[in-house]
């Protein structure tokens, strides 16, 4: 079981969600261990939102990665805007292990209260729309659930 939310956001709406997520105590971490995290989500955007230090997360395989099945983490598709279209993203929080859903369930509940509170419903969509992202849809941005990778 797990529950998500769904985000269409600029890059400004972006930087105040993982603004307000670090003020949580969460940090971003790459899928892979030793991989790196652009600042610019439409880089690279899956990753993990996570409330232990990456240093002290385990892994498996081969390349090592991380996973919500060995330490409490949540998944974290980012949003972001590449012209014209906003890309989708997600927060997911997951009950696969019971002991990190305990741990990671309040910071999902937060971020979900904080996007539904500062954010509207996305048009036709059960997603929501950060503020700046509004202002690029009414200006003729298009939304987009993932765009095809070169």
């Not at 990753?47 to 919500?68: A, D, I, M, N």
């Amino acid at each position: 079981m797990s529950a998500s939310i769904s985000l269409f956001a600029s890059l400004e709406d972006y930087q105040s969600l993982r603004d307000y997520a670090l003020s949580l105590g969460l940090e971003l971490v790459p899928l892979l261990q030793g991989d790196s995290l652009p600042e610019d989500p439409a880089q690279k955007p899956f990753c993990y939102l996570s409330c232990v230090p990456e240093s002290q997360l385990r892994t498996y395989g081969k390349p090592p990665g991380y996973s919500y099945a060995l330490d409490p983490l949540l998944l974290f598709q980012r949003p972001y805007f590449q012209e014209p279209y906003l890309v989708a993203g997600f927060i997911q929080w997951s009950t696969d292990s019971k002991a990190h859903a305990v741990v990671t369930r309040p910071y999902y509940q937060k971020l979900a209260r904080w996007v539904r509170r500062e954010w509207n419903t996305a048009p036709d969509s059960i997603a929501y729309i950060g503020p700046a992202a509004g202002v690029l849809l009414a200006r003729g941005a298009r939304l987009a659930q993932q765009l095809p990778t070169p």
